[in-house]
């Protein structure tokens, strides 16, 4: 599984996703999902919040793969 599937996955999903989302919609096991996240952290592709911009979220700084919203 390439890390841009993954990084598409997030980008056109309309709200926040989990990575138990993630994992069940690309057929991964969600370590393997947390490991691509990480990667994607490292190469600068994603940020802790994901794509959405802090300022659209009130609680970006404490949001975490399990954000609700």
Do not use: F, N, W, Y
Request: proline share 10%; charged share 20%; glycine share 8%.
């Amino acid at each position: 599984m390439k890390l841009a599937v993954l990084l598409h996955e997030i980008e056109k999903s309309p709200g926040p996703v989990t990575g138990l989302d993630l994992a069940k919609r690309l057929d991964l096991t969600p370590a393997e999902v947390m490991a691509m996240i990480s990667a994607l952290r490292a190469a600068g592709k994603l940020t802790p919040e994901g794509p959405m911009a802090e300022e659209h979220c009130p609680t970006a700084a404490s949001c975490s793969l399990s954000c609700p919203g």
